[in-house]
């Protein structure tokens, strides 16, 4: 499969997404869902979590696509989140939270969001091309 990474960070630079509907939607055609129902079921996620600078969007809107995916296996589901989850936290210095990631209260950002959205859908690649 070629890279889709890039589409989907252009996806968040553009406004048109937040960071969970620009990785899900990237994805959309894979988990058999359309365009605009998979951006309505990931609308609330921005923000980190729903405007709560929790888990990160991007790692969401992944989340939704494994589910898609492997929902009918729940152990499998689980296993791959939580690899995603594990990736992403060590390609940005142990950070999965909006909150940390863009430097909310301590100034120091290590990531930005069109970044997060890379990182999660180059995972999220590796995680589909495996199974």
């Not at 048109?16 to 959309?28: E, G, I, L």
């Not at 600078?53 to 898609?68: L, Q, Y």
């Amino acid at each position: 499969m070629e890279s889709r990474s890039k589409y989907a960070s252009e996806l968040k630079r553009s406004g048109r997404c937040n960071c969970a509907q620009a990785v899900a939607c990237t994805y959309c055609d894979l988990a058999g869902i359309a365009p605009e129902q998979m951006a309505l079921m990931t609308a609330a996620y921005g923000t980190g979590l729903g405007n709560t600078e929790g888990t990160c969007g991007a790692i969401i809107g992944a989340g939704a696509v494994i589910g898609a995916l492997k929902g009918s296996n729940r152990i499998e589901a689980m296993t791959a989140m939580r690899r995603l989850m594990n990736e992403f936290a060590t390609r940005n210095s142990g950070a999965t939270r909006c909150r940390d990631l863009k430097g909310i209260g301590t100034g120091n950002v290590i990531r930005e969001c069109h970044d997060c959205v890379a990182d999660a859908a180059e995972i999220l690649e590796s995680i589909i091309a495996e199974h």
